[in-house]
């Protein structure tokens, strides 16, 4: 089983990546706790795809995953690898990264009945992108986790920009992992 963990802010100075530099720690101390080691977890980076604004002719939900631009077919390719997925998102103005759900936009079969879950942060720990993206994937019937990982950046960021979340916040990571993990094996799509 393969699962995605996507950072989704593209933005010079994001914090998306020290996020996931200590989520990705958390990952591998779930993985020696529990009987996951047969999942897969790898990080993409959203930047290091260029995708342009919705650029596609065709509707992606009726693209059926062809796509025309090299990049959007790129993104799908890395996307479609995936049984699983999580967004490491920023709250930007309330909401979710302007990148990030244009990245979702572009694509469709890629997300449709995989599962998700959200790793957040940003004002008010980024619970209301996480609130938004409900929205969102629910529309490619995603299997979302109910538990998620909501870090108050402010008080999360030391000195040298690593990343230390008050403990119940790294407390509740494994949890949100196994819910995702067997969400995964529901969902029928993971490829054993």
Do not use: C
């Amino acid at each position: 089983m393969r699962i995605g963990v996507i950072i989704g802010s593209t933005r010079p100075g994001r914090k998306g990546e020290q996020v996931a530099a200590w989520f990705m720690d958390q990952v591998a101390k779930h993985q020696e706790g529990s009987d996951s080691q047969e999942v897969t977890y790898e990080l993409v980076d959203l930047a290091d795809f260029d995708l342009p604004l919705l650029s596609e002719p065709t509707v992606p939900g009726a693209a059926n995953g062809q796509y025309e631009n090299p990049a959007t077919t790129r993104w799908a390719e890395k996307i479609a690898t995936f049984d699983g997925y999580v967004f490491i998102t920023a709250e930007y103005n309330h909401s979710v990264p302007a990148a990030l759900k244009n990245a979702f936009d572009v694509l469709y079969v890629e997300w449709v009945k995989k599962s998700i879950a959200f790793v957040s942060y940003g004002a008010l720990s980024g619970a209301r992108a996480v609130e938004h993206w409900r929205g969102i994937v629910a529309n490619a019937n995603m299997l979302q986790a109910r538990s998620q990982v909501s870090l108050p950046l402010f008080d999360s960021v030391q000195e040298d920009g690593t990343i230390k979340p008050p403990q119940p916040v790294a407390d509740g990571v494994s949890g949100m992992l196994s819910e995702l993990e067997d969400l995964t094996r529901l969902s029928g799509t993971h490829r054993g």
